[in-house]
């Protein structure tokens, strides 16, 4: 008999990508139905998972979570490639920061590289920057450095008081609708859920 081996990857219009402890789980749990295990360790999250943000006028975006990704995911460190080879069919990032740890723009750097080490030209996708812990006190000064330091509107908030989620609900549905039109302009049939 023959064995194969059978790959699959998830195609949602969205991903988190964040280090591990960023608080993604607890923000896909603070903006959609999935319920991802919390917790206060690295790599709480071992399979990807997928939340679904509903608007007012029935428009649904679908948003996943990856495990957190560490220096070295591009060359299969940490749980590497196994994740990030589900990013390539997703149309834009929400790149989740830990503000409550010094020089979070390092972070973003970090990500965006093992991005495009992974793959040439996702690092370039549309994305939202993500300023998650802003209930903690050291978060205030550090989103002031963010801010100066990349080009990109950053969103900070708290996953975990759910303070100004209303901002990132807005933006995620900005991204998408720009995602949809997009591909309508190319004569391509938009990813719905």
């Known amino acids: 008999f023959r064995c194969s081996k059978l790959a699959y990857r998830f195609c949602t219009s969205s991903f988190q990508v964040g280090f591990p402890n960023a608080g993604k789980s607890s923000l896909l749990r603070a903006i959609s139905n999935a319920k991802p295990a919390v917790a206060a ?15 007012e006028n029935y428009e649904q ?10 220096k070295g995911a591009h060359k299969n460190r940490g749980l590497g490639i196994a994740f990030l080879k589900h990013v390539e069919r997703c149309r834009f ?13 390092t972070q973003l750097q970090d990500l965006k590289y093992e ?27 550090n989103l002031l450095l963010l801010r100066e330091r990349v080009e990109h509107r950053v969103i900070p908030l708290s996953a975990l008081t759910g303070e100004n989620l209303e901002e990132l609900f807005s933006h995620l549905k900005e991204l998408y609708d720009n995602y949809v039109k997009t591909e309508e302009a190319r004569k391509e049939k938009p990813l719905k859920w």
């Open 93 to 105: 990032f929400l790149y989740v920061l830990d503000l409550s740890v010094s020089e979070p723009w």
């Open 41 to 55: 360790y690295a790599f709480t999250t071992l399979n990807p998972h997928v939340g679904i943000v509903r608007y």
């Open 61 to 70: 975006v679908a948003v996943a979570d990856i495990p957190g990704i560490i």
């Open 115 to 141: 991005l495009e080490q992974y793959g040439e030209g996702l690092s370039k996708r549309p994305h939202a920057i993500i300023g998650n812990k802003f209930d903690l006190p050291q978060s205030k000064s």
